[in-house]
């Protein structure tokens, strides 16, 4: 397994400073999702979705190099400077039209390629994430690691210092901002 530097690092520098009757484990997120056909069933869904977006993407795209192309061969002989700035306008519109069609399909976080991302992986990661708690808790670890990110997946409940913080910022608070 190919763990990088850095959770190496991590996980040897938590070793040093915890107790030797705590359990650290960690996991390879990638061998995982490589492992499970859900995931491939998952990218398929996913990479015919994308390719009927994309497809709808080509057509307004070929649509106004269509519209620019006649444009182009009609301004000469559109004299009316009304029409020339209708068809300018046609065109601009359609540009703006494509850019946010290009948003609502393919926008970072907000795209409906990335709605159903997360919409299709969903199952699969509560699946995951239950079989990681399963082995945490059934082989005894306090704590698991991902190897590739260094993000905790898994940790027991009695770890969670959330609460504690909580109530000491309401202590110290003087405006009393946490409540």
Do not use: C, W
């Amino acid at each position: 397994m190919k763990m990088t530097k850095i959770s190496l690092l991590i996980i040897f520098s938590i070793g040093i400073l915890i107790p030797n009757n705590m359990k650290i484990g960690y996991i390879d997120s990638n061998k995982i999702m490589s492992e499970l056909e859900e995931v491939r069933e998952v990218q398929v869904q996913l990479e015919k979705e994308q390719r009927r977006m994309e497809s709808e993407m080509e057509a307004m795209l070929a649509r106004r190099d269509s519209m620019i192309n006649a444009y182009n061969l009609q301004k000469i002989l559109l004299v009316d400077e009304n029409k020339r700035a209708e068809k300018e306008v046609e065109i601009q519109n359609l540009e703006q039209r494509i850019q946010q069609f290009q948003m609502d399909k393919f926008g970072p976080n907000s795209g409906e390629i990335y709605r159903i991302s997360n919409q299709l992986f969903a199952p699969v990661q509560a699946k995951i994430q239950a079989a990681i708690d399963k082995v945490g808790k059934e082989r005894g670890y306090d704590y698991i690691i991902d190897a590739l990110s260094g993000a905790l997946v898994y940790a027991l409940p009695q770890h969670d210092l959330t609460d504690d913080v909580i109530e000491e910022l309401r202590k110290t608070s003087s405006d009393g901002i946490i409540e």
